[in-house]
């Protein structure tokens, strides 16, 4: 996905079966000390889909967009971005991306039970993905699933 979808950075998370939480265990494209702090973090399956506590934009099924514009501030999450001092700026256009953008592919059980996700930052050329590739990386996503599961 990280070649073929054009995104530039990439993390993946899954849900631990010793105590029910997520954590990114994979990572393509991070500064080093952007997955040291991804490996931090851990989310209950209520925090990964609150949409009050994540405010999000769904373009897909199984794919959101984060934009930076509605990132919450929270502990922890401000150093797993490549280039935290880029989160300030201001959007230039609406079809470009920005620091802080990030899409978030999930992959479910056949019960529907959330298993994990794929973050997607940046893509090569700076533009927001096409409508093809979003498609793509839903597909994906549901095969990952029933396949993992």
Do not use: H
Not at 57 to 64: A, E, F, H, L, R
Not at 115 to 131: V, Y
Request: glycine share 6%; charged share 30%; net charge positive.
């Amino acid at each position: 996905m990280y070649r073929y979808l054009d995104f530039s950075e990439f993390a993946v998370a899954f849900k631990d079966p010793r105590d029910g939480l997520f954590r990114y265990i994979a990572f393509m494209g991070m500064r080093r000390d952007a997955e040291t702090a991804y490996r931090k973090l851990s989310y209950n399956a209520d925090d990964a889909l609150s949409q009050s506590k994540y405010p999000r934009i769904k373009c897909t099924p199984s794919v959101d967009f984060f934009p930076s514009e509605l990132r919450p501030e929270r502990d922890g999450e401000i150093e797993t971005f490549n280039r935290p001092g880029l989160l300030r700026q201001q959007r230039t256009s609406l079809e470009m991306l920005q620091e802080g953008d990030y899409f978030c592919a999930y992959f479910q059980s056949q019960r529907g039970d959330l298993i994990g996700w794929f973050d997607l930052a940046r893509t090569k050329d700076g533009r927001f993905p096409s409508g093809n590739t979003l498609r793509w990386l839903n597909l994906i996503c549901t095969i990952v699933g029933k396949v993992i599961a």
